[in-house]
């Protein structure tokens, strides 16, 4: 199965958390034209912040390890550039540039050099932005949805985030299902 196919796989398993222009882009098999792709570049820099927003947006917890442990900070970059049309990738990186803006603006600092809770809190300032402006390809959107489709087509979303069995064995559509247990990967 090529990765294309996975990636739509895992989007129509998570189903609404995927916003519309998301999904858009997954089931219309975009096939960029050469001209098209890479029209926007992304640093080491940028690399780390989208890490740390990813991390935000599913954190490391006792049970798994967060986005930024799932390698989102590289995987965001690489699907804007080779699957987002012009439009969106210029959207993106110039969304990931205002929320740098408003890192140094809000508490005079860089995103990297804020504190989780500032971190935190600038990301719920660019949800709540998002939200009352309906923007169709804002920032905020297209790196959550990411984030999401990212980390659960990761080895780490699948195997320690949800309950995982290597090696699958007949359907049961009564198989048992624990209180508190994880939600099936496989």
Avoid: H
């Amino acid at each position: 199965m090529d990765r294309r196919k996975a990636l739509k796989n895992v989007a129509f398993l998570l189903g609404t958390a995927l916003s519309s222009s998301t999904i858009g882009v997954l089931f219309e098999s975009f096939t960029l034209p050469e001209d098209e792709k890479n029209q926007v570049f992304f640093s080491g820099t940028d690399e780390e912040i989208l890490a740390e927003f990813a991390d935000i947006i599913i954190p490391t917890t006792k049970l798994s390890p967060g986005a930024k442990a799932a390698g989102v900070g590289t995987f965001i970059p690489m699907m804007i550039r080779e699957c987002y049309p012009p439009v969106m990738q210029l959207a993106f990186s110039s969304g990931l540039k205002e929320m740098e803006s408003k890192a140094l603006k809000d508490y005079n600092q860089n995103f990297l050099s804020l504190g989780i809770d500032q971190r935190q809190k600038l990301v719920g300032d660019l949800r709540t932005e998002t939200i009352e402006k309906k923007e169709p390809y804002s920032f905020f959107t297209i790196a959550r949805d990411l984030t999401l489709l990212g980390y659960f087509s990761s080895e780490i979303g699948c195997t320690q985030a949800r309950e995982y069995l290597p090696i699958p064995g007949k359907y049961d559509g009564n198989a048992e299902y624990k209180p508190g247990q994880k939600a099936w990967a496989t």
